[in-house]
């Protein structure tokens, strides 16, 4: 059981590239989310999703987007990388939005340069 | 919206010493809490949890907190800290199917 699974644990990219940050989980987890982590800031929600084909804005949305086209897969799409998206971004997934804890991937440590 | 204030942001104990790190929160429905604990490069991972039921929450590593509705508060605890505590933990409440976590305390034992 590999719980939440995060590629890449590392990536450097320059301002205007884009990339995608992967996250798929094997627990059959119907809700989905992507935090942002910057120090002192905590963690900070980008986007969520509560079952395959539906996506909602989190609290910082701008300059990403997702998708979720299965069950397991909940990729992150940064467009247009600029300095403000170096962070360390985290997936997470639950079975339910309530009444349980969240199951968190390892992180992928971002910078833009 | 719901939102969480840890106003520790650095705390620096000995071992053996008792940990109380604060945590309020502001939500206006049903209140389920967290703490998460999240050890130097790793990820967070859950210390214990309340829905309802008991107000003292005991959870993993001999940690604890405490649900006072009347101080909309969830403070955490420990009555002895060891050197291997030390990481950054994080205060979380969820509301409308979401976690908002507070900015985190930064916890460093010295041995």
């Known amino acids: 059981n590999a719980g939440v699974t995060q590629t890449p644990k590392f990536r450097i990219l320059k301002i205007g590239q884009s990339m995608t940050l992967q996250c798929t989980q094997d627990?059959?987890?119907?809700?989905m989310y992507w935090y942002r982590q910057d120090p002192g800031m905590g963690l900070k929600l980008i986007y969520y999703?509560?079952?395959?084909?539906?996506?909602d804005k989190g609290e910082v949305p701008n300059g990403y987007n997702v998708s979720r086209s299965t069950t397991e897969d909940f990729p992150l799409r940064l467009e247009l990388a600029a300095p403000s998206q170096t962070s360390v971004y985290f997936c997470a997934s639950s079975y339910s939005g309530r009444n349980y804890g969240y199951t968190f991937g390892s992180g992928t440590r971002l910078t833009v340069v | 919206a719901q939102s969480v204030s840890q106003h520790n942001h650095h705390v620096i104990l000995s071992e053996a010493a008792s940990l109380e790190l604060g945590c309020n929160y502001s939500?206006?429905?049903?209140?389920?809490l967290f703490w998460y604990v999240q050890y130097p490069g790793q990820h967070l991972q859950l210390l214990l949890k309340y829905f309802s039921g008991d107000p003292l929450v005991k959870g993993i590593k001999g940690f604890e907190a405490e649900f006072i509705k009347s101080k909309f508060s969830f403070n955490l605890r420990k009555p002895s800290v060891q050197w291997s505590d030390t990481a950054e933990y994080f205060c979380a409440v969820l509301g409308n199917e979401k976690l908002t976590f507070g900015t985190g305390t930064r916890l460093t034992i010295i041995p």
């Open positions: 939500y206006g429905g049903t209140v389920n």
């Open positions: 627990m059959n987890h119907n809700y």
């Open positions: 999703s509560v079952g395959a084909g539906i996506t």
